[in-house]
């Protein structure tokens, strides 16, 4: 019995060492980073960026892998189900830890028990509100007075039901105490190209700053609290008094599945706040978002702030009936 458990010990102790081991060896095989979105996406573009980079800095291939449908479901859950060894990531956003798993009455995934986070790749300090130009609406007072004047609904658009867009404008509603009608597209830019045909009055996002240059969309209010170097003339909703969360920032993230090893998420980390430092990746990036470093504690911050304000916004909807 005694020389059994002398035994056990051994190879316990082999184990645990072997393990270590093989974590601070790590990555000795190539990563996957999932994407729930199609190839071209803004998740999908800064993914592509930051991974090209971790392949030349970790010494192993970085594959970024397109699982498309249900709004990023299947990639998030691929992820939460896979082994926690670092060698399966998941590219996240605010929908994905704040808004899918609040759509569903017995969520397949919990954003914050199922995953470890890493790290940021990107941040937008806020989405964009544009009108179509030939309205009257210049500002959100003007959004205000036409909303509660005219006899037919101001309409928004959106890529989709339970979209960021859509629960921010539904937020907005209730902070102005307006009413709009949300009309669904199937994606962003054919909701961008509806504002500029007049098929609907007012939309979000974050890329179509050529657009409002060339008067094809007009700028009333930007999220978040912090006012855009390529916009600085169009203020924040936080500065109208509105708060710095309706369309507040947009981000893309790295997660890895509950219980991966500190150290690999540390070696991660490490790899990310040098990267995102770098001045190429800084102006590749910088085309459309800000490279930004976060560690893993704060972005495990971010997530709850997201799952803690999206899933009553979700809720007071009616959306989580699947």
Not at 104 to 130: C, E, H, Q
Not at 232 to 238: A, E, K, M, N, R
Not at 255 to 274: D, Q, W
Request: hydrophobic content about 45%; glycine content about 8%.
């Amino acid at each position: 019995m005694f020389r059994t458990l002398i035994k056990l010990t051994i190879i316990f102790s082999v184990a645990v060492s072997f393990n270590a081991f093989s974590q601070s060896d790590y990555p000795t095989r190539p990563i996957r980073i999932i994407v729930g979105y199609a190839p071209g996406a803004s998740t999908d573009t800064v993914t592509r960026i930051i991974a090209d980079k971790l392949s030349i800095t970790l010494g192993q291939p970085v594959i970024v892998e397109n699982r498309v449908g249900a709004a990023g479901l299947i990639a998030a859950q691929a992820v939460a189900h896979a082994t926690p060894d670092g060698y399966t990531l998941l590219a996240c956003n605010p929908e994905l830890v704040g808004i899918v798993p609040a759509l569903y009455k017995n969520p397949p995934y919990n954003a914050i028990k199922d995953f470890t986070y890493i790290g940021l790749l990107s941040r937008n300090s806020g989405w964009i509100v544009v009108v179509n130009p030939q309205t009257s609406i210049k500002n959100v007072n003007d959004l205000i007075r036409v909303a509660k004047t005219t006899d037919k609904l101001i309409s928004y658009g959106s890529y989709g039901i339970g979209s960021l867009p859509h629960l921010n404008f539904e937020a907005l509603k209730a902070k102005l105490n307006i009413d709009m009608v949300h009309i669904p597209y199937r994606g962003g830019a054919l909701s961008f190209q509806a504002a500029m045909a007049g098929e609907v009055q007012i939309v979000s996002g974050t890329s179509f700053i050529d657009l409002i240059r060339s008067g094809k969309l007009r700028a009333i209010a930007i999220g978040g609290d912090k006012r855009s170097p390529l916009l600085p003339d169009i203020p924040t909703f936080s500065e109208l008094g509105y708060g710095d969360q309706i369309f507040g920032e947009l981000y893309v993230g790295l997660a890895a599945p509950a219980g991966t090893p500190l150290l690999v998420v540390n070696k991660i980390s490490a790899e990310l706040k040098k990267i995102i430092s770098m001045p190429d990746v800084i102006e590749r990036i910088g085309k459309f978002s800000d490279a930004t470093y976060v560690t893993p504690q704060e972005f495990n911050e971010i997530v709850r702030r997201d799952v803690n304000y999206f899933g009553p916004i979700v809720r007071s909807l009616g959306l989580n009936v699947q």
